[in-house]
């Protein structure tokens, strides 16, 4: 007789143990991982604060890179890292939006968006061009285009999980940017004295910067190194960021452009199964909702530096996900694979600044 009413009082207690257990099962599944993550992704924070021109992120991958070659002890923390490469990343992303007031986005963009649209679609166009001559893999094409184009790490963050790219092909891609992004911070601001852009403004190099420059810790960099030479205070950082912002909104289209050609793809490979619910980035729709949020907050009074701790979240966020990746990435490979992904990234940075250059001395913002 009791038996009946113990099995009742189990029923009604097994939703919060379930709860708790479900916690307690996933921090022994992912914890170890998650804190190695961790111990990675802070120092390499605050040495990106200290050397912006390299950037957390990189110096996350890298260090990521050099401790899996003696880390030997994989097992515990296998499943966290890939929990932190994948799900951490697209959280980054959704948090991403509340750095958008669109705006702001689109005051800038009636001015830069005919370069920032033609940039994007030479880089994305020489991508694929080069792809196909050089033979390089699909994936790797696709990260190191628009991450060129669009913007730098954030792209290739939205970008890898809807073409399901791994983390190798992640890190080559990031590896090749960085490269570029640092030529920029170095080579750009020479370039923009040479060529002849106003040096009494910010205007119309803060113009180039968001538009040439791949990741936002070089165009920041790149950008307040026109400042600091002829005393504009923070006119060419401002424009430049805010360029940034507004290319960084491409990520949208393409991202779902993507699942869309992925999905037909599949399908055609005999993948019947495959639907565009399972590859559709949901995330991407909580980045406009983030957007939004941000817009309509500041259109009613709120100030935007409300939406600073989230956007600094983000970046730290993206830096833990490089982190992640790099603990995934053999360094040996990367290296005996990089030559082409370099020579493509090398193009699309050559076309992106010649595009860059050429359109704003047509519309004459030079």
């Known amino acids: 007789m009791e038996e009946p009413y113990y099995n009742a009082l189990e029923q009604q207690e097994r939703p919060k143990s379930e709860k708790g257990g479900i916690t307690l099962q996933f921090v022994k599944k992912n914890g170890y991982g998650i804190l190695l993550c961790l111990a990675i992704a802070v120092p390499s924070w605050f040495a990106g604060k200290a050397f912006p021109i390299i950037g957390g992120a990189v110096i996350a991958i890298l260090a990521g890179m050099v401790i899996t070659l003696v880390w030997k002890w994989r097992e515990p923390v296998d499943s966290g890292i ?4 994948k799900k951490v990343l697209q959280w980054a992303v959704v948090l991403l939006g509340f750095g958008m007031d669109l705006n702001v986005v689109i005051q800038t963009g009636r001015q830069s968006l005919p370069i920032i649209v033609c940039t994007i679609t030479v880089s994305l166009v020489v991508a694929v061009l080069l792809s196909r001559w050089m033979n390089i893999p699909g994936k790797v094409a696709t990260l190191v285009g628009v991450g060129s184009s669009i913007c730098g790490g954030s792209a290739i963050a939205a970008t890898a999980p809807v073409i399901d790219a791994d983390e190798n092909e992640v890190a080559q891609a990031i590896s ?7 030529l920029a911070a170095l080579i750009f601001p020479a370039l923009g004295q040479l060529v002849g852009f106003d040096t009494t403004s910010g205007e119309a190099f803060g113009i180039f910067a968001g538009t040439a420059v791949n ?11 026109w400042d600091s030479m002829w005393n504009l205070g923070t006119q060419t950082l401002d424009k430049a960021v805010t360029v940034k912002l507004t290319r960084t909104l491409a990520i949208i289209p393409i991202t779902l452009v993507l699942a869309l050609m992925r999905t037909r793809k599949e399908r055609g490979n005999g993948e019947a199964k495959i639907q565009m619910s399972k590859i559709f980035p949901f995330f991407i729709l909580f980045f406009i909702a ?3 949020i941000t817009t309509v907050s500041v259109s009613n009074g709120i100030p935007a530096a409300v939406f600073d701790p989230l956007k600094e979240l983000s970046k730290f966020m993206i830096v833990l996900a490089m982190a992640a990746i790099g603990l995934n990435t053999n ?3 990367l290296v005996k694979s990089g030559g082409k992904p370099i020579a493509m990234g090398a193009c699309c940075w050559v076309a992106i600044t010649v595009v860059s250059l050429v359109l704003q001395f047509a519309l004459g913002l030079m």
């Open 290 to 292: 983030a957007s939004v």
């Open 82 to 85: 890939k929990f932190v490469s």
């Open 176 to 182: 090749v940017i960085f490269f570029f992004n640092v």
């Open 215 to 225: 990741d936002t810790s070089s165009v920041t960099a790149t950008a307040a190194t």
């Open 331 to 333: 360094i040996i490979q």
